[in-house]
């Protein structure tokens, strides 16, 4: 959180990803947290979202992290996508505003 205050993305983003990565046998709030800020570091520092998680990450926390997180990869998505405007992002961010606010 302190790489993301200091606007540090690359370093935050290493940060958070080691926190993904840490052994698990579920999907803890802690996880959840960091990987939907991973998310949003990593658009932010390369433009895209790394498609898979490193490999010694728990297989378990795997699994179901994405789907408790799909608004952020819905985002990312859209982010990546080349004929995307400003404008559609706005409007996918207006219309789950809510959701965004309660992170």
Do not use: W
């Not at 840490?22 to 895209?48: D, H, N, Q, R, W």
């Not at 789907?67 to 789950?96: C, I, P, W």
Request: aromatic share 10%.
């Amino acid at each position: 959180m302190v790489y993301i205050g200091l606007k540090d993305f690359k370093r935050a983003t290493e940060m958070l990803e080691t926190c993904l990565c840490a052994p698990s046998s579920c999907l803890t709030a802690i996880t959840l947290e960091a990987f939907k800020k991973y998310v949003l570091c990593s658009l932010i520092e390369t433009g895209k979202m790394p498609l898979n998680l490193p490999k010694h990450c728990p297989s378990q926390v795997v699994k179901v992290i994405r789907r408790y997180s799909q608004v952020y990869m819905d985002f990312a998505g859209l982010f990546k996508k080349k004929d995307s405007t400003q404008e559609e992002l706005n409007e996918f961010l207006e219309a789950h505003k809510e959701g965004f606010k309660a992170d």
